[in-house]
């Protein structure tokens, strides 16, 4: 599965290596936070790891899809065609088992700009945080998980 370097700067944009944020989340660790959770997808998306986007998928999330084989190839399509151009959490909480995140993904396809801002909604389930779904706050994204 595509990884990003453990010593480059983490795609999320946290300012930290990658082995230090997002890194041990992709290779199995329990995000503490939503946040945590969420970053490690955005990160996941910017490097192809379809896999930890299907896996952080809740159950019930409206964007889970039943044939889990096309769902990574669409997913594999999707992060080859973006290019990640970076991440901003404007906020971020947790009350109990639900969490929310805040966020600005800024991202380009083709060579337009496909940036998007989304307030996204986390269950957590045996002790991992989950992503649920998410309302935009830009009408015309693009399709994702
Ligand atoms: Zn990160």
């Given at each position: ?20 944020c ?5 290779l199995?660790?329990a ?10 997808r ?39 065609a973006v ?14 088992d639900?969490g929310?995140?805040?966020?600005y993904?800024?991202?380009a396809l ?20 989950l ?6 706050r ?8």
């Open positions: 599965m595509p990884r990003p370097s453990a010593n480059a700067p983490c795609p999320c944009g946290s300012g930290t290596k990658a082995k230090g997002c890194l041990p989340v992709l199995g660790a995000p503490a936070t939503p946040e945590a959770l969420m970053r490690s955005y990160t996941a998306y910017a490097s192809g790891d379809t896999g930890h986007l299907i896996r952080t998928t809740h159950p019930d999330s409206p964007h889970r899809e039943a044939d889990v084989r096309a769902w990574a190839e669409e997913l594999r399509r999707y992060c080859a290019r990640f151009l970076g991440l901003t959490v404007d906020t971020s909480g947790e009350d109990g639900t929310r995140v805040r966020f993904a800024r991202m083709d060579g337009r700009d496909v940036s998007f801002g989304e307030d996204s909604r986390f269950r957590r389930v045996d002790g991992r945080w992503y649920v779904d998410g309302a935009r830009t009408p015309d994204g693009p399709p994702r998980a």
